[in-house]
């Protein structure tokens, strides 16, 4: 019974159970890299240098027309209007200064249509006029061919909405960092 405890031992120490070797650090390391999940774009998906100017008046033309990796920068002030795109891909929504843009309506200040993806949404604040469940600041659709991925939406403060933020079931990597809710 002895040598079958010993060989036992022996055949787990040459197969490096029970050790302290590089294995161990290896799965202490991948440990912690699934602590921190989600889709975290670059410095430069944040700020492309593209820089397309909008206001509360043209902001959602601006962002429909805006190429890939363009950065759209809108300027403070109240915004009623929403905002649905489609296809849309490596294009960050900023405002210029953090809650300097105020969305105060009675929908999504922006809704991601048919297979958007690495759109940011930065700085926003979002209030609703009626608290619907049809309201908030970002709706991606998710059903049938809708399949929206790779979303960032930081330092947001969303209030008296209805939703906040909706997503649907075909939608994945969607990042909400630093955001009031």
Request: charged share 20%.
């Amino acid at each position: 019974m002895k040598n079958y405890i010993y060989v036992g031992i022996l055949l787990g120490l040459l197969s490096g159970c029970g050790s302290t070797s590089e294995n161990d650090n290896k799965l202490s390391s991948s440990m912690l890299e699934t602590e921190i999940r989600g889709y975290y774009p670059t410095q430069e998906e944040l700020s492309y240098s593209h820089i397309l100017p909008a206001n509360k008046d043209n902001w959602c033309t601006v962002l429909k027309n805006a190429p890939s990796q363009s950065t759209v920068l809108l300027e403070d002030g109240v915004y009623n209007s929403h905002c649905a795109i489609k296809n849309k891909s490596y294009i960050t929504i900023k405002a210029e200064n953090k809650y300097g843009v105020t969305y105060e309506g009675d929908n999504f200040f922006l809704t991601l249509e048919d297979k958007n993806h690495h759109i940011n949404l930065l700085g926003i604040e979002a209030t609703t006029s009626t608290d619907t469940f049809n309201s908030g600041l970002l709706k991606t659709h998710g059903y049938a061919d809708y399949q929206n991925h790779h979303i960032y939406v930081a330092d947001c403060w969303i209030h008296h909405s209805g939703s906040g933020i909706l997503t649907g079931p075909k939608n994945h990597d969607i990042t909400v960092d630093n955001c009031l809710i």
